[in-house]
């Protein structure tokens, strides 16, 4: 090939990129063509989805079952409280034994809310397990439906709120979105 045939294919060339860089075209997301965008109602996933069915009917369970633990626990303490507050109250009381009636009121109600407190981390713990199972099954299951159907990106849509529920491998596209809103055009 002969120099002016080189100088004449770069000309090709750079013309082409220069116009693939300035046209209007959409960017391509991915090698596949345009991305597959699908969503779900988010509300009906959670309200039809039995594993979350039954794990929020097993953590009513555990939460009624811990109720029932905190009032057989806290029973005793009760009464005790109630006897103290009545002879603090019968007229038959030193102010000594008013104050160490008093006093002891005072831990009884901190050892029922130590109590309380120590069932509603548990509760908590429990409710967090529930959605890291839920969470873990729901990206399993819909990476391989995505796969499957060959689609690119899941949202949500619904009360429950919008968001990316599943995303193939993300590009980030930061500096280009920036360069375009920055462009005088």
Do not use: C
């Not at 090698?31 to 959670?46: C, E, L, R």
């Not at 309380?116 to 981390?121: F, G, K, M, P, V």
Request: a negative charge; proline letters at 2%.
């Amino acid at each position: 090939m002969n120099n002016k045939g080189l100088f004449v294919l770069i000309g090709v060339w750079l013309s082409a990129l220069t116009y693939l860089q300035f046209s209007s075209d959409p960017v391509v997301i991915s090698d596949k063509g345009s991305a597959v965008i699908a969503y779900v109602h988010g509300d009906t996933i959670q309200q039809g989805m039995l594993l979350i069915q039954t794990l929020e009917a097993t953590l009513r369970e555990k939460m009624t079952e811990a109720e029932s633990v905190l009032k057989a626990q806290a029973l005793p303490l009760q009464e005790e409280a109630q006897e103290l507050i009545n002879y603090a109250n019968s007229g038959q009381a030193s102010a000594d034994e008013i104050d160490i009636a008093s006093r002891r009121v005072g831990e009884i109600e901190s050892l029922l809310e130590g109590m309380q407190y120590e069932a509603e981390q548990s509760f908590a713990l429990h409710e967090q397990a529930m959605q890291d199972t839920i969470a873990k099954h729901l990206t399993g299951t819909l990476r391989t439906f995505s796969e499957d159907q060959g689609i690119d990106l899941v949202l949500n849509w619904g009360l429950s709120g919008e968001g990316v529920l599943y995303g193939t491998d993300s590009r980030d596209v930061t500096m280009e979105v920036l360069e375009a809103l920055n462009d005088p055009k």
